[in-house]
């Protein structure tokens, strides 16, 4: 007989209203970033495109934003999945090349998206330069 605490969390809500945590990404270096969390996306009609628009928007309209106003965010890559292995870099994952969102035109449910994944939203070309160099500073 299961309960309501063997439900994961990833499987207690339907992908039509998860919860996401989108890191945004000013500083790899300096790691320099924060934690939007977006509320009843539906993973079945939000592109990957959209969901860049969407983290966009709010960083221009929510309160406390403002550091991240001229920051060029453009990639996308999953950081982690609920219950998921953890990466030990606290901001994004250096590891699974596979995992950057290349094609906004993707479905986030054709690309694994469910209830509390998280992912990393930042500037593709600071990213490589840090990958290349993955020194970080104080």
């Not at 309160?63 to 606290?90: C, E």
């Amino acid at each position: 007989m299961s309960t309501e605490d063997d439900v994961l969390t990833n499987e207690a809500v339907p992908r039509t209203h998860a919860t996401l945590t989108v890191r945004i990404v000013k500083s790899f270096e300096f790691r320099t970033e924060k934690h939007l969390i977006l509320h009843n996306i539906n993973c079945e009609t939000t592109t990957v495109g959209q969901l860049k628009d969407i983290a966009k928007e709010a960083i221009k309209t929510q309160p406390g934003w403002k550091a991240y106003h001229n920051v060029h965010l453009d990639t996308l890559k999953v950081y982690t999945k609920a219950h998921g292995a953890k990466t030990t870099n606290l901001i994004i994952n250096l590891d699974h090349d596979e995992w950057i969102l290349d094609d906004d035109s993707k479905l986030l449910a054709d690309v694994g998206f469910e209830n509390e994944t998280e992912v990393s939203f930042f500037n593709r070309e600071l990213f490589e330069a840090f990958k290349k160099h993955p020194e970080t500073k104080w």
